[in-house]
């Protein structure tokens, strides 16, 4: 997973309150700091959870009065969508490969051998 450049710009020199729910929120927290991003405070939350407005309110309020910038991952945000919040900035990341030429072959190679066995079978 690499880190988005336009997520990077937003969160450049800014310190952050970091929220998530996810599986593993400890690892989206470590991501933060291994890109140059100042956590001043974290929060995790179990899996999947379900922000109530209170406890989006409650991070507001605490990232406000220590001048925090909220940040979630996607997923997070997307849970939120429709819903009044606060100013939060998604973490967004992309996959990229070592190899990516490895990984076409790969590709190329299943799909191949997918086409030959539907064309034997006729």
Request: no cysteine; proline share 4%; aromatic share 8%.
């Amino acid at each position: 997973m690499k880190p988005d450049a336009a997520s990077l710009a937003q969160l450049s020199g800014k310190r952050v309150f970091a929220f998530a729910g996810i599986g593993d929120p400890e690892r989206f927290f470590r991501s933060l700091r291994a890109s140059g991003i100042d956590v001043a405070r974290t929060r995790a939350f179990a899996d999947h959870h379900m922000f109530s407005d209170d406890e989006i309110a409650a991070l507001a309020a605490d990232a406000e009065r220590e001048q925090l910038t909220l940040v979630t991952t996607e997923k997070d945000l997307a849970r939120l969508r429709g819903r009044s919040v606060p100013d939060i900035v998604p973490f967004a990341v992309q996959l990229a490969f070592d190899e990516p030429a490895q990984l076409e072959r790969l590709i190329s190679d299943h799909l191949y051998k997918a086409r030959e066995r539907r064309f034997a079978r006729r």
